[in-house]
């Protein structure tokens, strides 16, 4: 079956540009996470969905990141004035219920703020 | 502050051998922990898991072992072969929170 994807793949912007990144979760999956990869590191932990709603989004780094899952599939991470320290990759993870090890990431979308 | 470290960014070794990446972590209210391994262009896919009530855990060529008193989990694969390179992160979980909590990864190259 289809695993999950991630539009669009690479995206660069210019500073203060706003963008819109999708992921498209594995059907029935109801639990969708969003993390940031940095050069060099590892996933950071962004926002998680159970549902439609966010249930811990603490992860987010300030007001200018914003995610909504409005019909409890697919996820759009929304980014206003885009700064250069927000470039990064951004993968998106579905899990059916609270099974942990069963977080399937997506391929990614490259962000380029330049 | 890095609560999962994985503090060598890469490791080479010989295909057939035993390859040992390493991982540390802090906060000892993780009780739960996973591989998961990195190809170019690929989103991370989970490779093998430990709950902190183990401190072993066994699936083909791959085993993780946990040391709960030093806050050390490894993950051995024997025998490597060229299709492990890849870049390999360590996470952690606290039950019921959801989110993974991974190291900065370690970059995996088997030498044919």
């Known amino acids: 079956g289809a695993g999950v994807s991630q539009t669009p793949s690479n995206k660069v912007t210019e500073k203060g540009k706003y963008v819109e990144l999708r992921c498209d979760p594995i059907s029935g999956h109801t639990a969708l996470y969003w993390y940031r990869q940095s050069l060099g590191q590892g996933p950071e932990f962004l926002i998680y969905f159970q549902g439609t709603g966010a249930a811990d989004d603490s992860g987010l780094p300030n007001d200018r990141f914003f995610a909504v899952r409005p019909e409890g599939s697919v996820s759009t991470l929304k980014i206003q004035r885009t700064e250069r320290g927000d470039s990064a990759v951004y993968l998106c993870?579905?899990?059916?219920?609270?099974?942990?090890?069963?977080?399937?990431f997506g391929p990614g979308t490259r962000l380029t703020v330049l | 502050d890095q609560q999962v470290k994985q503090n060598s960014p890469s490791l080479s070794v010989q295909e057939g051998r035993i390859s040992i990446l390493n991982c540390d972590y802090t906060?000892?209210?993780?009780?739960?922990f996973l591989w998961y391994k990195k190809y170019p262009a690929e989103g991370p896919t989970f490779l093998i898991s430990?709950?902190?009530?183990?401190d072993k855990n066994e699936d083909g060529r791959f085993t993780v072992f946990l040391n709960k008193s030093a806050k050390h989990l490894s993950l051995h694969i024997v025998p490597s072969q060229p299709g492990d390179s890849a870049v390999y992160f360590c996470a952690a979980i606290i039950q019921g929170a959801q989110k993974l909590v991974f190291g900065q990864g370690t970059r995996l190259t088997i030498n044919p």
């Open positions: 430990i709950s902190s009530i183990k």
């Open positions: 993870a579905s899990a059916s219920g609270r099974a942990y090890n069963e977080q399937f």
């Open positions: 906060n000892s209210m993780f009780d739960y």
